[in-house]
């Protein structure tokens, strides 16, 4: 038999995954593809967020959506629903997207005709955050209903989203949520992030978000 | 869940790396983990197996290093686990600190032939 040895291999984990993530993001430059990824919890609004900005954006620019879930495809037909080509991506049971499985969401979409794609990652306030998926920004929503002391429980996700969407702002009145308590604890942990209070469901304050990504857009 | 995702990802670089250098098998695999890192060692042990069931590696054994929360405090120098002292120096109650250890999760080597 032949004799062990050892072999010093000494790589990060997430060496590889960041280097599929510049890859992707280099290919999306090659389309003029702007990639937004999109996080939360479940339920806070991801989707009604979503078609409320592809209403919104439809007439000037193409876009899509990769829907990522654990099962079933209701968000994706609920996107495509509002005019933006989807697909929709099985996790088996992983609890995030890496850069790989975004490669093949961004594959089986086909991006090249696309001004703008949507990434909804996995319901989940934890583990997205640690992954690059090649997206040139990273968005977060908190929904009102959720509380102003996420920041404090979850501060990861809050210290590296380039905006943080408040959803939900319409029920306001029914929770004790203090939004300027949450920007300060925000701005503790990310002082440039952007925070616009939206409602996806009356559309108040979507012009902000939707004026935002024309911005972003513009200087890609 | 997350730790499956991670074990994958682990079983990836390791063939890669079993391919480049044309090994023919691997005895263990040996994983640095901080205590700060996403991943519970308990958990990476527990799916480990499941992960590895249908391929070339179901032989193979895992053997995990856990790496403490270490910070270094920026007033006295004391170094100190930041998770059982709360971030706060026990020496001089500071609460300013450089890490210096926890986030790693490395494949730090491979035992094989
Ligand atoms: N009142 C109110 N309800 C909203 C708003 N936005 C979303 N909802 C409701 O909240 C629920 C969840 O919304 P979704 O858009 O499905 O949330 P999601 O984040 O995509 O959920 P998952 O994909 O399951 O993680 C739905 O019943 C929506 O109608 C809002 O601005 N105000
Ligand atoms: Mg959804
Ligand atoms: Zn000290």
Redesign the interface.
């Known amino acids: 038999m032949?004799?062990?040895?050892?072999?010093?291999?000494?790589?990060?984990?997430?060496e590889?995954?960041a280097k599929v993530a510049n890859e992707t993001r280099e290919i999306l430059k090659s389309h003029n593809t702007y990639l937004i990824n999109v996080m939360s919890s479940p339920g806070s609004g991801k989707t009604t967020t979503l078609v409320s900005t592809i209403n919104a954006l439809k007439e000037e620019m193409k876009i899509g959506v990769i829907e990522a879930d654990v099962d079933s495809d209701v968000d994706a037909r609920t996107v495509q629903n509002a005019g933006a080509k989807a697909v929709q991506m099985h996790t088996g049971?992983?609890?995030?997207l890496?850069a790989t499985m975004t490669r093949a969401g961004i594959n089986e979409l086909g991006v090249e005709d696309l001004d703008l794609v949507f990434l909804e990652n996995i319901g989940n306030l934890?583990?997205p955050v640690?992954y690059d998926t090649g997206a040139m920004k990273n968005v977060a929503i908190l929904s009102v209903p959720e509380g102003d002391d996420k920041p404090l429980k979850y501060p990861k996700i809050f210290s590296k989203v380039d905006v943080l969407i408040v959803n939900k702002i319409d029920v306001m009145e029914h929770f004790d949520f203090k939004l300027d308590l949450l920007e300060e604890r925000v701005r503790k942990l990310n002082k440039d992030v952007l925070i616009i209070p939206i409602s996806a469901k009356t559309g108040d304050g979507i012009d902000l978000w939707v004026n935002w990504i024309r911005e972003e857009m513009k200087v890609r | 869940?997350?730790e499956?995702?991670?074990v994958y990802?682990?079983i990836?670089?390791?063939d890669g790396?079993v391919k480049e250098?044309n090994?023919?098998?691997v005895?263990t695999i040996v994983l640095e983990i901080g205590q700060l890192s996403?991943a519970i060692p308990r958990f990476i042990e527990d799916c480990y197996p499941a992960a590895v069931s249908e391929t070339a590696y179901k032989d193979t054994k895992l053997e995990i290093i856990s790496l403490p929360a270490n910070g270094k405090c920026k007033l006295c120098n004391e170094v100190y686990n930041i998770i059982n002292h709360r971030k706060i120096c026990p020496k001089c109650n500071g609460e300013d600190f450089t890490l210096i250890s926890g986030q790693?999760?490395?494949?730090?080597?491979?035992?094989?032939?």
């Open positions: 032949d004799e062990l040895k050892i072999f010093t291999i000494n790589k990060n984990i997430h590889d995954n049971g992983l609890c995030h890496d934890i583990c640690g | 869940m997350h499956l995702g991670i990802e682990v990836k670089i390791v790396f250098n090994l023919t098998k005895d996403q790693e999760f490395n494949i730090k080597e491979i035992v094989g032939y």
